[in-house]
């Protein structure tokens, strides 16, 4: 399988900005959404940290091995958890592996190593006001969007065994390079008099994984937006089927095993930033020391939110090819709220959020 096109560079294709999203007040929909996501549900870790997706696949059939688990697990677990979030934000995530910047990386290649690979045991973290239901099953979600290139390639584990998830239907969404997310139309999101985002649907997909566990999506790097860190949302369905318009039964609103958000380093984040478009946006910059979502997934001992990266080029504009482990609970049911779906008919706003996203208006 090809995963790695040859990379025409980026800056040929970059084109001028015109919009400048909107100086909306500091994200109160998605500090809303945070608290009401506080108030419901509660955090869940494990103990795949340490090891390789093919050391975790032996473990599994090995009894040393899994009292080694346990026994790192206990280590882990006496280790003051609020030291770890300083940890995650000191850490490099630039990986020095050679072999991924080749043209036949695949999934497999990526995983099948004994390389430090980071595994996000990540906590529950809310969905946040730009989720949108109903997206479709592809790869490239790029849509035309200008921005770095970001080939992200996640693997899922089954968190109590730590074998790979095949077959599951995940999705991804995340804001463009000025800092705003597609098919929303919402105040605090861009310009929230254009109703003709709605019909957006950049950097949302769905993917299902292989029999890895993994799956792939080309993307843009993701802009940043008030209040929030550069990011990416995640969010993992259980027993969705496929329809025949390739979008999920239930619009994928249904058996959400795993909601989380994907970071990045910040000296990424800042080679990005530098480059036009992304440093035409008005809005200010969060870093990750200061994003409380990014804290929360961090708190945890082996709990890493960060993705793991290798530069395609000799530059950050050539692009990225960022991967990492999610440890989910196949068990789990988690409750998705939808700003809007994506229907036979566009983009369709959800009403009970009144174009606000779920997490409500902001305060005037
Ligand atoms: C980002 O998306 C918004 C909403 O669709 C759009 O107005 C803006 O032009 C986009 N940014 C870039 C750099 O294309
Ligand atoms: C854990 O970290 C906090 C904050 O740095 C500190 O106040 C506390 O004493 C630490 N506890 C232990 C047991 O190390
Ligand atoms: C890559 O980094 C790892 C961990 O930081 C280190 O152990 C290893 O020696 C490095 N490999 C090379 C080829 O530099
Ligand atoms: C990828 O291609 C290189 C030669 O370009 C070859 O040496 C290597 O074995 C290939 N790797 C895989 C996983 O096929
Ligand atoms: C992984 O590590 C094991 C044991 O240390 C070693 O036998 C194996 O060759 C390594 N595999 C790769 C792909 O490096
Ligand atoms: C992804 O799709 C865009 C159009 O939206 C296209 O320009 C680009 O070449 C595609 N990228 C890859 C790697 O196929
Ligand atoms: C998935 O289906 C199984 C079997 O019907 C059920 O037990 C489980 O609760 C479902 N999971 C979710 C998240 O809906
Ligand atoms: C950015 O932050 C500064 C300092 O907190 C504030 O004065 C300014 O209004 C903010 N700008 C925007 C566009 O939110
Ligand atoms: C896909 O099919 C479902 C079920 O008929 C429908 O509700 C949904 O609007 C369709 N989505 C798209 C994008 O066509
Ligand atoms: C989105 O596209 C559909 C189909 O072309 C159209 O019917 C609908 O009016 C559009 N919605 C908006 C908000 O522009
Ligand atoms: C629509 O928004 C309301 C209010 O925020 C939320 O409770 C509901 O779950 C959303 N609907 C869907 C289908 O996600």
């Known amino acids: 399988m090809q995963l790695l096109p040859s990379l025409p560079l980026l800056a040929a294709t970059l084109t001028a900005v015109v919009a400048h999203p909107g100086h909306a007040p500091p994200s109160a929909a998605e500090l809303e959404a945070t608290r009401a996501f506080k108030r419901s549900t509660h955090q869940r870790y494990s103990h795949c940290a340490s090891t390789s997706s093919i050391q ?61 690979s980071a595994c996000v045991l990540q906590p529950e973290v809310t969905i946040g006001p730009y989720w949108v239901s109903g997206e479709l099953l592809r790869s490239n979600v790029t849509d035309g969007q200008p921005g770095v290139p970001l080939y992200l390639d996640v693997q899922f584990v089954n968190v109590d065994t730590c074998q790979p998830v095949p ?26 008099d254009d109703t003709s985002n ?24 993701p802009g940043h937006y008030t209040g929030r860190a550069t990011h990416i949302h995640v969010v993992a369905h259980a ?48 870093l990750n020391a200061d994003d409380s979502i990014f804290a929360e997934e961090a708190s945890s001992q082996g709990s890493d939110p960060v993705v793991e990266y290798v530069l395609l080029g000799d530059s950050v504009q050539d692009g990225v090819f960022a991967w990492t482990t999610i440890a989910v609970d196949v068990g789990a049911e988690y409750t998705t709220q939808a700003a809007a779906s994506w229907t036979d008919d566009g983009g369709v706003a959800n009403e009970s959020s009144q174009g606000q996203g779920p997490g409500g208006a902001p305060p005037s």
């Open 167 to 192: 077959e599951l239907f995940w999705e991804i969404w995340s804001c463009n390079s000025t800092g705003v997310y597609s098919g929303v139309s919402a105040a605090g999101n861009g310009n929230s």
């Open 56 to 116: 975790r696949r032996h473990a599994l059939h090995s009894q040393t091995r899994r009292q080694q688990l346990l026994s790192d697990l206990r280590t882990q677990l006496r280790r003051n958890s609020s030291d770890y979030f300083s940890t995650v934000l000191g850490t490099d995530h630039q990986s020095n592996r050679t072999d991924l910047t080749s043209s036949n990386a695949t999934t497999s290649t990526v995983f099948a190593s004994n390389s430090s």
């Open 198 to 221: 709605l019909n957006a649907t950049f950097s949302r997909g769905v993917q299902q994984t292989d029999s890895n566990g993994a799956s792939q999506f080309t993307t843009i790097f």
């Open 239 to 286: 027993n969705a089927t496929l329809l025949s318009n390739n979008t999920l039964s239930g619009g994928g609103a249904d058996g959400a095993i795993h909601i989380g958000q994907l970071f990045f380093d910040q000296d990424l984040i800042s080679q990005v930033e530098a480059l036009q478009p992304y440093s035409t946006n008005t809005q200010n910059l969060t």
